[in-house]
T-cell receptor, first 115, second 115 residues
Framework: NAGVMQNPRHLVRRRGQEARLRCSPMKGHSHVYWYRQLPEEGLKFMVYLQKENIIDESGMPKERFSAEFPKEGPSILRIQQVVRGDSAAYFC?????????????FGNGTRLTVT | GENVEQHPSTLSVQEGDSAVIKCTYSDSASNYFPWYKQELGKGPQLIIDIRSNVGEKKDQRIAVTLNKTAKHFSLHITETQPEDSAVYFCAASLPGYSSASKIIFGSGTRLSIRP
């Protein structure tokens, strides 16, 4: 049973470009979470999605950031017009759909560097 | 919203000794407390979790305790080994939504095991 798959593992973008981060949840998981981790810091919640629905985006910056989890295909975290402050590791996690307080299973992250 | 504080931020122990990491949470409605281990270049991995109806849980060399009245919980690692060196995150989860909940993480403890 494959775990949470994130790609790319590393992404370099120039200021002003767009970054697209992809996440395929574990088989059978329909809940996806995105977290951001700055160097030497903890994980900050960004957004929680179910298939075709954004459930909680309270951690997402109001501008330039968006997320989706379509009926088919991976979840996408999109950052438009990237700035140096967007450089971080972005982790995706997934969980089971039917169990309250289901543990999160994390991918190995995408490390975004903005030059 | 929920706030989770974790300490110490760094911890160095002699191989074979015990390590203790402590966390406090703010929202008394939190009912699920997972602990994650993050190795360099990887995503966080769940190592143990505890629910609010339990005061203590053990899994081999790892144990977690929960004091609901004081709103704090701790991770105990006994007979530490070099492979225990990593960053450890505590987390607290509020119940909510239809079938899953949002997990808030502490800032992490970097544990180093001295040979």
């Amino acid at each position: 049973n494959a775990g949470v798959m994130q790609n790319p593992r590393h992404l370099v973008r120039r200021r002003g470009q767009e970054a697209r981060l992809r996440c395929s949840p574990m088989k059978g998981h329909s809940h996806v979470y995105w977290y951001r981790q700055l160097p030497e810091e903890g994980l900050k919640f960004m957004v929680y999605l179910q298939k075709e629905n954004i459930i909680d985006e309270s951690g997402m910056p109001k501008e330039r950031f968006s997320a989706e989890f379509p009926k088919e295909g991976p979840s996408i975290l999109r950052i438009q017009q990237v700035v140096r402050g967007d450089s971080a590791a972005y982790f995706c996690a997934s969980s089971l759909p039917t169990v309250v307080n289901s543990p999160l299973h994390f991918g190995n992250g995408t490390r975004l560097t903005v030059t | 919203g929920e706030n989770v504080e974790q300490h110490p931020s760094t911890l160095s122990v002699q191989e074979g000794d015990s390590a203790v990491i402590k966390c406090t949470y703010s929202d008394s409605a939190s009912n699920y407390f997972p602990w994650y281990k993050q190795e360099l270049g990887k995503g966080p991995q769940l190592i143990i979790d505890i629910r609010s109806n339990v005061g203590e849980k053990k899994d081999q060399r790892i144990a977690v305790t929960l004091n609901k009245t004081a709103k704090h919980f701790s991770l105990h690692i006994t007979e530490t080994q070099p492979e225990d060196s990593a960053v450890y995150f505590c987390a607290a989860s509020l119940p909510g939504y239809s079938s899953a909940s949002k997990i808030i993480f502490g800032s992490g403890t970097r544990l180093s095991i001295r040979p």
